[in-house]
């Protein structure tokens, strides 16, 4: 039987049948294990021992001539002697964070929602919404590993509604329904998010950068929320602090009406 190459990449794994559904335009490709096949645990990453069992894990795959593909493979379980457990062996090319979904589609996913919103992805690849989130937030945070801040001198500072109210756990406030982004006025990137607006998330990335690097920031573009101001002026002694145009315009606006305090107590 001949088998087209992308059928032919799966580490330690042999294509052993491939079964086709015409009317659902879906594919179903069994795998076997090669016989030089290793297997290591997927806790410790150690040489597993003697065959304890067997069972059959299905993931979904990257598409083919728009036909949707799910592999089925035989996932051995066997002694680990670290663990001193039996642990199901590790599927290298299944992505760790759900293993229902190969990395080829998880690195898929990811570019997609580059371009798309999450929940579009999801329903494009047909696959749960929350897996889509938890995939791209995976490949999200191995690409951070290798992420280096550029040297920064101008930077636009603005949190994002990313949470609802119900979504809170005890003792957050409406502060953490936020997110803080930062992003390179030079280059237009976003270059950091912080899980709130509080101060102290404005303040973890200036930490990260350090004081030499805070010294070289000339610009801060960002609104009038006093924790960003602080931060800022606590961090970077030598950056200007611009207000974005928009609440300028809404301060200008609400001054003529007689209804801006911040504009009354600045005089204007």
């Known amino acids: 039987m001949y088998v087209p190459y992308i059928f032919r990449q799966f580490q330690g794994f042999k294509l052993k049948d491939i079964k086709e559904f015409r009317k ?13 096949r290793i297997s290591l645990c997927r806790c410790c990453g150690l040489k597993l021992g003697s065959k ?21 493979i035989p996932v051995s379980k066997r002694e680990c002697l670290k663990c001193k457990k039996v642990r199901s062996e590790l599927i290298e090319f299944l992505c760790p964070a759900t293993p229902h979904i190969t990395m080829d589609l998880a690195w898929w996913i990811n570019q997609f929602t580059e371009v798309s919103a999450a ?5 494009l690849e047909s ?4 897996t889509c989130y938890r995939v791209d ?5 191995r690409m951070l590993q290798g ?12 949190e994002v509604h990313a949470r609802s109210k119900k979504q809170l756990t005890r003792g957050e406030t409406r502060e953490d329904e936020f997110l803080t982004v930062i992003v390179d ?11 709130s607006r509080r101060k102290e998330a404005l303040d973890q ?4 950068l350090g004081k030499e690097a805070c010294e070289r920031i000339k610009v801060v573009a960002t609104d009038q929320h006093e924790g960003y101001g602080a931060s800022v002026r606590q961090y970077c002694e030598n950056a200007c602090v611009v207000w974005d145009r928009f609440h300028l315009i809404q301060n200008f606006n609400e001054a003529l009406n007689g209804k801006s305090s911040t504009c009354h107590a600045l005089g204007l």
């Open 24 to 36: 659902k335009q879906h594919m179903e490709l069994h795998l076997t294990a090669t016989p030089e």
């Open 52 to 72: 304890r069992g067997e069972h059959i894990q299905r993931a979904k795959h990257l598409k083919c001539m728009g036909w949707t593909v799910t592999l089925v």
């Open 119 to 123: 929940l579009s992805v999801a329903r």
């Open 127 to 130: 696959v749960n919404k929350n």
């Open 137 to 141: 937030k995976y490949i999200l945070q």
């Open 147 to 158: 992420f280096e801040i550029p040297n920064l001198r101008t930077i636009g500072v603005d």
């Open 185 to 195: 006025l030079q280059t237009h990137k976003v270059i950091w998010v912080g899980k």
């Open 205 to 208: 990335f200036f930490e990260l």
